[in-house]
């Protein structure tokens, strides 16, 4: 176990800076995901971390020591690649021994802990397989049970779930997460699916531009975006964002409700909200539509639980409220998070 | 009604025998039987019918059939020494050649100033026809002229022409005489056929290797084993089916090459030094007419080229299969 520390990390491809100053810090035994849209750099990052990447500038510390000029084996590292990287020749008993056998432990030593990593992901039964004699969802096993064998001082895991069908992926998070809680390695996430991150992170640090956005739990993340970038970016569907004056307002679909159902709202906003075309899910309905009594006329999204059973058509305007504490504040030109605004709506607007 | 209906659309299209899938087959199948038949089969079926009879030049009748041809091929010195001379030559060669193609195809994968143009002259050879690029090093390997020789006198391995009382290092004479004395003759067949080998052992090896994707190579360096290990254990097992093809191909050229034996050394020096099956078959059965034991000297290749095609055609059903 170990804090992984970077300062000031810069990775430049040919004019491309793919890395542009990333300062983090890991805590001991704290599950970090880096999330961003491709190609944001968080991959790189994670190389960068683990010693396959060298860095144009900054530094790296694992455990205190600066691991800028280590290969990777010195690191004391793991990692779980996206496409797994299992070795196809090898059965999963030599997979998993491989990189014991690189330490140059004695046999009795790597069958002991080649079956207790195996036992762990409970994968004892395919040892004599080869990879592709494997589903999916054995592969991914395999590969953390080949990443865990050297109890590292770190993990990196580079989108591990995303090969896996929908299904098993919530699965695999929830079981992923509980492996690392048992182990308590430090562990580091890369994913670009916010579920993910919002789901198994102690802290997300949401990436763009080779640039941290913004770090925080996954909580904070979502109810105080630092820009228009993170607001846009979390969330299914994401936040709303309607420009009135020189601010942006921000508020999540699941926020703006029909005013009949939303009476206990501190402060209530009402909005005129011009329903075009209505999605139901099962679990929820999702009304998209116009609102124009605040600001400029936007495109917006309300998410309703299935629970409120009001009948709401395409066509028709309906009277919907937000609780002003819901409502997040940006500035129109830099985009950052910024204080509430007061500000009244177009009363003559509402009752059209 | 109906029936009208029926008759027009019959009248829209007709089909001709350009929709027949069957009579299509046998069409676009004809060339390639022919060609099959008439340039591998026919002269096939001949060799086999030549070497179990007496046919000459000056007596071409298929009359006798006898096993006498194979007794007197068997016999003969020279064609024992073009026999072993045949796989001393391939196994040699072939092994060199997997050796250096995996060192150059590893050098050619990384990224380096001028790659392309290495590769280029790397790869050159390979698109040179044998007998021109044989002639090169005929004349590389004169037995006055050589600019070998001429570089081993100027480095002192050996004596310089006109100056008394030095002693060569390598050789105590003015030249080495690559093709004039055996041991250093057979040396240069094994180095033209390694020479000309190389090239696409290379290219083959090189597409093996890129298609080693790269997530293997990070997990390797992930899971901290040298660079030994990481070529035994990991590389060379994931390279192993593409270099099997790299051998095979590298097997069947030297194997029943006759032109580079053929311009450098004519089999020699004396008695046939050099002689391969080939080169041997063609002296015996086409320079002096005796057809029956050229055409017996030849089929002492086809064991082999059976194995190497049963080899070929598994690992294609294997590659076909998975």
């Known amino acids: ?352 | 009604m109906d029936t009208t209906l029926i008759s027009h659309t019959e009248e829209a299209y007709r089909p001709s025998w350009r929709d027949n899938s069957r009579i299509l087959a046998v069409l676009m199948l004809i060339p390639a039987a022919v060609y099959v038949i008439l340039l591998v089969g026919v002269p096939f079926v001949m060799a086999i019918l030549f070497a179990f009879s007496d046919v000459t030049v000056g007596d071409p009748a298929l009359d006798r059939f006898t096993t006498d041809t194979f007794q007197r091929v068997l016999n003969d010195p020279n064609f024992q020494r073009a026999l072993s001379n045949n796989f001393l030559f391939t196994i040699v060669s072939q092994a060199a050649v997997l050796v250096l193609a995996n060192i150059l195809a590893a050098a050619l994968t990384r990224n380096f100033r001028g790659k392309w143009l290495v590769r280029f002259f790397i790869l050159l050879p390979w698109a040179t026809p044998i007998a021109i690029g044989t002639i090169g090093w005929l004349w590389m390997l004169d037995s006055v002229y050589s600019p070998i020789d001429w570089t081993f006198r100027n480095l002192g391995l050996l004596k310089q022409v006109g100056v008394m009382g030095q002693v060569g290092i390598l050789k105590n004479s003015t030249n080495m005489y690559w093709l004039g004395e055996p041991g250093l003759a057979m040396f240069s067949v094994i180095l033209v056929q390694i020479w000309r080998m190389l090239p696409m052992s290379t290219v083959i090896v090189m597409a093996g290797l890129t298609s080693i994707s790269p997530d293997i190579r990070d997990a390797v360096q992930v899971d901290g084993v040298g660079w030994w290990r990481e070529w035994r254990e990991v590389t060379l097992p994931l390279l192993r089916p593409i270099l099997m093809v790299a051998l095979l191909f590298g097997i069947i050229f030297t194997f029943t090459d006759m032109t580079v034996v053929y311009v450098l050394t004519r089999g020699g020096p004396p008695p046939n030094t050099t002689q391969v099956l080939a080169s041997w078959a063609y002296i015996k059965g086409i320079q002096s007419g005796n057809l029956s034991e050229g055409a017996a000297t030849v089929l002492f290749m086809l064991p082999v080229l059976l194995g190497v095609a049963l080899v070929m055609l598994r690992i294609a059903r294997r590659s076909e299969v998975s």
């Open chain 1, 1 to 352: 176990m170990a804090v992984v520390e970077t300062r000031g990390l810069e990775k430049q491809f040919g004019d491309v800076k793919a890395v542009n100053g990333i300062n983090l810090t890991i805590g001991e035994g704290e599950f970090l995901v880096l999330l961003g849209p491709s190609g944001c750099g968080k991959t790189t990052t994670m190389r960068m971390i683990a010693g396959l990447e060298k860095p144009t500038r900054g530094e790296i510390y694992i455990a205190g020591r600066k691991v800028n000029d280590l290969p990777p084996r010195a690191r004391k590292v793991a990692m779980v690649f996206q496409s797994y990287a299992l070795y196809p020749h090898m059965t999963v008993y030599n997979n998993i021994a491989f990189p014991l056998k690189a330490e140059k432990r004695s046999k009795d030593d790597i069958r002991r802990k080649v079956e207790w990593a195996a036992g762990m992901f409970n994968i004892g039964h395919l040892l004599e397989r080869k990879p592709r004699q494997l589903s999916g969802g054995e592969r991914q096993r395999v590969a953390l049970a080949r990443a865990v064998v050297r109890e590292p001082d770190v993990f990196l895991l580079d989108e591990p779930l995303s090969n896996l069908d929908a299904k098993l992926r919530a699965l695999a998070r929830d079981e992923l997460k509980q492996y690392q809680r048992q182990l308590g390695v430090t562990t580091l996430y890369v994913t670009h699916d916010q579920v993910e991150a919002m789901g198994m992170g102690d802290r997300v640090a949401v990436i763009s531009g080779g640039q941290v956005r913004q770090l925080g739990t996954p909580q904070e993340l979502y109810r105080t975006p630092a820009d228009t970038f993170v607001a846009t970016f979390l969330g299914s569907p994401p936040m709303n964002l309607v420009e009135k004056d020189t601010c942006i307002l921000g508020f999540h679909p699941e926020h703006i409700l029909p005013a009949e159902v939303h009476s206990h709202a501190h402060d209530p906003l009402h909005l005129a909200f011009r329903v075009t075309r209505v999605e139901y899910l099962g679990s929820e309905r999702f009304l998209y539509g116009v609102v124009d009594s605040v600001g400029d006329p936007t495109r917006i999204v309300s998410a309703i639980p299935s629970l409120v059973t009001l009948n709401i058509e395409a066509g028709n305007t309906y009277d919907f409220v937000v609780d002003r504490q819901d409502l997040s504040f940006f500035d129109k030109t830099t985009k950052q998070r910024i204080a509430p605004v007061a500000f009244d709506h177009d009363p003559a607007r509402i009752g059209e």
